[in-house]
């Protein structure tokens, strides 16, 4: 259990969405991808589910270091809201799939007709925008 959780603001912000933009290394090029996630705090992880096949987790299976960003949708400057975020991706370990499993799956119940792996992204890094506190306010965290 980690006990240097990000504060309220942060947390609450990522428990309010559900997609994430994960952003990945090779050799010589980057790559982006959008997932459904559901949030862990007493873990603060990220849970999503992705083919072992796909770009994004070949590339963090040789790099596990990733990045990526939570964003509200707004044209109003002054509602902007997002986090920046670097992890650590692995699998979830056995004892803890199922619990893993569960969380996802109570967020989003469809995702049981699919046949898929379950990924867990240890944040790391936040680095929150919220200009509802003051133009280009930043809140960050670091684990």
């Not at 997002?82 to 469809?110: D, T």
């Not at 790391?124 to 506190?133: E, G, H, P």
């Amino acid at each position: 259990m980690i006990t240097n959780l990000p504060e309220k603001r942060i947390v609450d912000f990522i428990k309010k969405h559900h997609v994430l933009t994960l952003a990945t290394k090779s050799e010589n090029e980057l790559w982006c991808a959008n997932c459904f996630y559901a949030y862990l705090e007493e873990e603060n992880c990220l849970i999503f589910t992705s083919d072992i096949t796909t770009r994004h987790i070949t590339e963090a299976i040789a790099n596990p270091l990733v990045a990526g960003s939570i964003v509200l949708e707004t044209s109003v400057v002054g509602k902007i809201q997002g986090i920046q975020f670097q992890g650590i991706l692995s699998k979830p370990e056995n004892k803890n799939l199922e619990k893993v499993k569960k969380r996802y799956l109570h967020r989003f119940p469809i995702a049981t007709l699919m046949d898929t792996t379950l990924w867990s992204l240890e944040l790391t890094l936040i680095k929150m925008t919220d200009n509802r506190l003051g133009f280009g306010k930043k809140l960050i965290w670091k684990k």
